[in-house]
């Protein structure tokens, strides 16, 4: 079946803040794998909340805690079926994958990392997939393994293959690298992670808004999300977890919410995913996430896909024929990000003059230090793009890039 066709117009009037200029330029907005802009109906759906149903959700015995905890309810529904997790029980509501990663790390591994254990992650990996299984391992005598990155920005899996023995528990690999839009075959992975009897841990953070996500298909362990990737709000997220694992799992942080029963010496904690949400939850976030997914849902993941891999051909191929520019990350599966250096400027330079010209892109190591140092660069400048990037921003992009090579040559 044909995939549909995405109406980037259509898509671009729903986002308002991308309708602005930049120091006398129309706004070119390619950091959307930092953070993507919000479409009117999640800030809507935020701003109903606060103006009409702001209380506290699951205890409440009033109207307004009743159509809060169905809203924050609804949310998760949403989530789950976007991801096709079997049960709503699987979706622990967290501040973004940051949080989630180090819920698994800690409540996971710790209860089941010993001495002589290994971690498995890989050379691709943002720090928040890195440290907490650092931490881990430290507390644990766990050992941290990196599985090799090749001269294209992919994972080696003849190497993750050798690596594999009865000593790994765990291989924490992420689905899109931020860094350089690498695809991994999380499939191919969790298979031979499985296979050795790991569980596969997946940071899904680049991945909602760019490749659809089926978690049973993927037959993953964990899965992490952040909803400001995927037009959803800032500080919120979501973690998928196999309820067996969840079922089996201690608290990662104590408080209201979390329990059945609470005497001194003597707790009975929630069964999932109340037993991993303390305290009073975001709610506002959680029902704008819903709506984010409701509306990429709505567009298609696929369309969406095939419009930005265009983009980012065109933007790749445009910026080859300017000379003195390299491609970082040449992978044959990416999606949405064109990550580049410059033979005369040092990104940063390079980033502060496109934005002259209202080109808003990432400098940086994206918090990817090991695999720049992989890749030979301290940094790179990035651009990345979305469902209301057009072919106009991609010349803005590569007009400004011009301008920074006769400024800085």
Known sequence: ???????????????????????????????????????????????????????????????????????????????????NAASVDEIVFTKGCTESLNLVASSWGKANLREGDEILISGLEHHSNIVPWQLVADETGARLRSIPVTDSAELDLEELEGMLTERVKAVAVKHVCNATGTISPIREIVKMAHSVGAVAVVDGAQALAHVPVDVQALDVDFYAMSAHKVYGPMGFGALYGRKELLNAMRPYQGGGGMIKSV?????????????????????????????????????????????????????????RELGGVRIVGEAKNKAAIVSFVMDCAHPHDVGTVLDKYGVAVRAGHHCCMPLMRRMGVPATTRASFAAYSTVEDVDQLVSAVAHAKEIFS
Do not use: C, W
Request: glycine share 10%; no cysteine; aromatic share 8%.
């Open 1 to 83: 079946m044909q995939a549909q066709l995405l109406d980037v117009g259509r898509v671009r009037d729903q986002f308002p803040a991308i309708h602005q200029t930049i120091n006398g330029y129309p706004l070119a907005y390619l950091d959307s794998a930092a953070s993507a802009q919000r479409p009117e109906v999640v800030l809507q759906s935020m701003d109903r909340f606060y103006r009409h149903d702001n209380a506290n959700v699951h205890r409440g015995a009033h109207a307004l805690s009743d159509r809060a905890t169905e809203g924050f309810e609804r949310a998760r529904e949403n989530v789950r079926a976007f991801v």
């Open 263 to 319: 005497a001194i010496g003597e707790i009975t904690y929630a069964d999932p995913p109340g037993r991993f949400e303390a305290g009073t939850p975001h709610v506002a976030g959680a029902i704008g996430f819903g709506e984010a997914l409701l509306f990429i849902g709505g567009i298609g993941v696929d369309a969406a896909a095939k419009h930005e891999d265009a983009l980012m051909r065109k933007a790749e191929s445009a910026l």
